[in-house]
């Protein structure tokens, strides 16, 4: 039966991902707390960054059974949704439009590509300078590249499609409306979705440096707190928090996208 | 169906050239072809690879232009150098490498075109075509995706898709290829059994000589580009064939001289080739 066929294989998987992990913490462990490895010493080990992570008191104020923490979280959580999310929606709209309408895409295509590789962190002073106060400015940080990579991931969506596509949508008697909602958004989702994930990534990524540069709260202001008062340990465990919600977050967007995507994960069966 | 009335569907194809990017590459795909096809005839173009055929299709669809001469379909202008009307339901094409929408199952894609057009609602052209796939015996695949489906049966959906629309034209180009041996004797045995239920002109492109006059009232036999029209065969063979008319004396008859007509071409396309590389 293939349902018991998939448990199986899936639990097979399971057990192969927690052996790698469990692998990784026994390296980490005997580097640093065990053999003192030149350069290791330095790095806090997995116990120590364990025993503050889950303390009821711990040096830093900060652990799970603290407010603070999951305050940290809220905010963080809270400034990539807020961006993912406009990243989106903008994103997606301005990638089919240029994908769609090729004038459009004249008028547009070079300013894109100017703006695209600009550092995320390089729109901080601007970001500061303009807009109303420090929040706003993290999240149109945590906003801009992703923002861009989306346009791009969608735009390349467009083009991928199959131009017997649109041709037999023609022949089938579409108005353009029916061909942009029948042949261009499915046919550019499967990109789209890739672009999202990226996207997810760098919101991370581009989050974490503005809350170290311009945040108050955050994960990342909150790694840097612990940079400067040399609790590591803080430093350590709140990198592993941005790991587990960087997983889950591309989890939760593979999942919308199968979702979406039937007859893709139909085909892979997934 | 449309008993007594005359069907419509007969194209007639005047002194028709093609020149691709005349100002610069300047490529010659077809020389003043002319020729007409019957309302309900099931006309068959065959010609060496590249020669153009694809070329006329285009044309005739209206996915591209023409550089000289004139289409008319049913005594419209449908295609000259200043006239060309856009791609509709009058003029249906089977893809090469087949274009069904993947996101769409095989009761969205065969639905799509009525639905759009709002010819059918819904609920009409969901029974309509549940009707067409219980005929080919293509029940129970409904709400599976094209790409669960093997190739051929992916073929039959798409020509299901196109003769919904029930249009003047079905033009097909190299429906089959790829397909193997068994798989095409059941594709042409389900073309002809559609065709006969009810017959509409077809212009169908093909390599195979045997699909060719096996399907065909009329194999018009193309030259190496530029494409002429080398000659035309009629074939007389009675409907509805079966394989086994492969076997009569009057098939082989058309064979050799289809295979002529093609080996002459096969030879200067291939000198042509050689000619090119060396």
Request: aromatic residues 10%.
């Amino acid at each position: 039966m293939p349902g018991t066929m998939k448990s199986v294989s899936s639990f097979s998987q399971l057990l192969k991902a927690l052996t790698g992990i469990a692998l990784f913490l026994i390296f980490w462990e005997v580097s640093t707390a065990v053999l003192h490895l030149p350069r290791f010493s330095l790095l806090p080990n997995p116990v120590s960054v364990v025993k503050e992570w889950f303390s009821f008191t711990p040096v830093s104020g900060r652990s799970i059974f603290t407010a603070d923490y999951y305050l940290d979280i809220a905010y963080s959580v809270g400034r990539v949704m807020i961006a993912f999310s406009l990243a989106t929606v903008l994103g997606v709209s301005l990638g089919l439009m240029m994908g769609w309408n090729r004038i459009f895409y004249d008028f547009t295509f070079p300013l894109v590509e100017i703006f695209r590789p600009m550092p995320p962190l390089s729109w901080i002073p601007l970001a500061v300078l303009i807009l109303p106060g420090v929040e706003v400015s993290v999240v149109f940080v945590t906003f801009i590249a992703a923002f861009f990579a989306t346009v791009l991931n969608t735009l390349l969506g467009v083009f991928s499609i199959d131009k017997n596509y649109f041709l037999r949508a023609r022949c089938l008697g579409s108005k353009p409306i029916h061909i942009f909602t029948n042949v261009v958004v499915p046919g550019a989702l499967p990109f789209i979705f890739t672009g999202l994930q990226i996207a997810m990534g760098i919101a991370w990524l581009s989050l974490v440096a503005g809350e170290i540069i311009a945040g108050q709260r955050g994960l990342g202001y909150a790694i840097y707190e612990g940079y400067s008062l040399f609790q590591n340990d803080q430093v350590v465990y709140y990198m592993l928090t941005l790991g587990i919600l960087g997983y889950i977050s591309s989890a939760a967007i593979r999942a919308v996208g199968r979702r979406l995507m039937a007859w893709e994960s139909r085909r892979r069966g997934i | 169906m449309a008993d007594g009335q005359q069907t419509p569907g007969a194209i007639s194809i005047r002194h028709v050239s093609k020149i691709y990017d005349p100002e610069g590459v300047h490529v010659e795909a077809m020389r003043d072809c002319t020729f007409d096809i019957a309302a309900g005839e099931f006309a068959v173009i065959v010609g060496p690879s590249g020669c153009g055929k694809t070329t006329l299709l285009n044309a005739i669809a209206g996915f591209d232009n023409i550089t000289a001469g004139e289409i008319y379909l049913d005594g419209e202008l449908i295609s000259s150098t200043r006239h060309q009307i856009k791609p509709n339901v009058d003029r249906m094409v089977v893809f090469q490498n087949g274009a069904l929408f993947p996101w769409k199952t095989v009761l969205q894609n065969i639905t799509y075109g009525p639905i759009v057009q709002g010819r059918m609602s819904k609920k009409e052209a969901v029974a309509r075509a549940r009707e067409m796939l219980d005929m080919v015996c293509l029940t129970g695949l409904e709400d599976k995706y094209p790409e669960e489906l093997s190739s051929g049966v992916q073929r039959r959906v798409e020509i299901l898709g196109a003769l919904i629309n029930e249009p003047r034209v079905v033009m097909l180009d190299e429906p089959f290829r790829g397909l193997d041996a068994v798989a095409k004797t059941v594709m042409h045995e389900f073309l002809m059994q559609l065709f006969c239920a009810s017959p509409r002109t077809m212009f169908f492109i093909t390599h195979d000589l045997d699909e060719a006059i096996f399907l065909g009232n009329k194999v018009v036999i193309m030259t190496t580009r530029p494409a002429q029209i080398k000659k035309i065969v009629t074939v007389d063979l009675p409907w509805p064939r079966e394989h086994s008319i492969m076997n009569s004396k009057r098939y082989i008859d058309l064979k050799r001289e289809v295979l002529d007509a093609v080996h002459e071409e096969a030879k200067k396309a291939f000198e042509a080739g050689e000619r090119e590389m060396a």
